[in-house]
């Protein structure tokens, strides 16, 4: 997604489109489903591949739900990747997948309201951890300016906020001249769109979003979130054209290594073993130059999980796959050679915690590595412990003053009544519906 925003389709003509292109190259020989890790998970390995796609591509051509075999096959579809290599037409299995689950959801959506609920839960996360001006920082729509980078969080992120400050501080000491975009108010479009189904709604927002982009006349924005980078970079590929380029924020500090080996001078003697995902191995080769830049840090290997990320847009999407592959990273985690699982992003972050406080396993994200490299003081998650601790009267105790200081009143046997659903992101399964209804 580059150059000049010259032409601005609406989003259904560009899904039209898309797909149009894909029933007419696809030849419907399977070889996706062949090569598919979640195809035995999804009991479609044994069956016609063929037929599976083509039930695929009805609803490509003709709108409706999507049902048997096909249906089976894309729930589990966890954005590996794996396909992308396997078609021998050049079509994007991936994106062939994600277009018909859009579509799919326009007839029936097994998650209506997302977005309203996932809002209102970033919010509540959010204002349970950070002080206001970091609130502020975060989550407010900013004054447009000329800068060379954007810097685009996108949704989610805001959950886990400590990594988002600590990317910053590496931004800063790179004297890198951006300004920071995200919140529910900035979403890529792709909760309207594919979880939804409300594809003109979901236009709109990724419509909104980029024009956002474009006020700050940016050379680049670096993007932190994968499902951003996978809607707008690969699924939207091509919707609009732009001034600027679309990238992830590790791509760009891999480019500035020369710039920022010289300010990482403070020692960090751990050894280390990073989690990553098929879906995004770029990323996570990025990630593993970058904390191979830090002095006295051993990356002993990489532990290579399903999916694009961790959460239900990605692995979760699979159980029975993602059981096995966790199963091994924490197998190889808590070798006691290894002093930490390094996590790339929030959905894994927040996941991969939870797991290392049961396992007795130290988590932390790249992030704060790097500032600890850079002699900094990295930013604390806050909710460290409290993820698996299941004393959530205890957590609404520990965060009701950062609540006040965000203005959110909100009961305390409420708040820890749905605190479990909320850190569960269960609104990814069709609950947290409290928070599904208009707001009054
Ligand atoms: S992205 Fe991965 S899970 Fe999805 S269809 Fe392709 S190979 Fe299967
Ligand atoms: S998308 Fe490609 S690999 Fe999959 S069935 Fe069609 S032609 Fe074959």
């Known amino acids: 997604m580059n150059d000049m925003m010259t032409n601005k389709p609406a989003l259904a003509d560009f899904v039209e489109r898309a797909a149009a292109d894909i029933v007419r190259d696809c030849t419907q020989c399977g ?8 195809a035995p998970f999804a009991g479609v390995a044994d069956s016609d591949h063929g037929a599976t796609v083509a039930g695929v591509l009805d609803v490509l051509k003709d709108g409706g739900e999507m049902t048997g075999n096909a249906a089976a096959w894309t729930q589990q579809c966890d954005g590996c990747g794996k396909c992308l290599a396997a078609c021998p037409e050049g079509v994007n299995p991936r994106q062939m997948v994600m277009l018909a689950q859009t579509k799919s959801a326009e007839t029936v959506s097994q998650t209506p309201q997302l977005f309203r609920k996932m809002s209102r839960s970033i919010r509540l996360m959010a204002a349970m951890q950070l002080v206001p001006d970091d609130y502020a920082r975060l989550l407010r729509p900013k004054a447009p300016r000329d800068v060379d980078v954007v810097f685009y969080v996108g949704c989610n992120a805001v959950r886990t906020p400590h990594l988002l400050f600590n990317a910053m501080y590496v931004l800063d000491a790179l004297e890198v001249d951006y300004e920071v975009l995200g919140g529910p108010s900035s979403c890529c479009g792709i909760i309207h769109a594919k979880w939804e189904g409300e594809i003109g709604q979901g236009g709109k927002v990724t419509d909104g979003t980029i024009s956002r982009f474009g006020d700050f006349t940016p050379d680049r924005v670096l993007s932190w ?8 970079g ?3 590929g091509g919707y609009q054209e732009t001034e600027f380029a679309f990238d992830h924020v590790t791509k760009f500090l891999v480019e500035q290594e020369a710039r920022l080996r010289p300010k990482l001078t403070t020692q960090v003697p751990l050894r280390v073993l990073l989690h990553a995902h098929d879906g995004m191995s ?9 904390l191979r830049a830090v002095p006295g840090l051993e990356v002993v290997g990489t532990a290579w999980e399903s999916g694009y990320t961790c959460g239900g847009s990605g692995a979760d999407r699979s159980p029975g796959l993602k059981a096995l592959r966790r199963s091994a990273t924490m197998a190889r985690a808590t070798d006691p050679d290894i002093d930490a699982l390094v996590t790339l992003y929030h959905g894994c972050h927040g996941q991969l915690s939870t797991a290392g406080t049961a396992e007795g396993v130290k988590v932390v994200n790249f992030t704060d590595l790097l500032v600890r490299g850079l002699g900094g003081t990295p930013r604390q998650d806050a909710f460290e412990g409290w993820r698996s601790a299941n004393d959530w009267y205890g957590l609404v105790d520990e965060t009701t003053p950062m609540l006040t200081a965000n203005g959110v009143a909100v009961d305390a046997a409420f708040l820890a009544d749905i ?14 519906d409290v928070f599904g209804a208009p707001e009054s």
């Open 31 to 38: 070889a996706c489903v062949e090569i598919c890790p979640v």
């Open 225 to 232: 979130c994968p499902s951003c980078q996978l809607h707008i």
């Open 234 to 236: 690969e699924t939207l």
């Open 282 to 290: 770029d990323l996570g080769e990025n990630v593993d130059r970058l």
């Open 419 to 432: 605190l479990p659903d909320v850190f569960a992101q269960a609104e990814f399964r069709g609950g947290l």
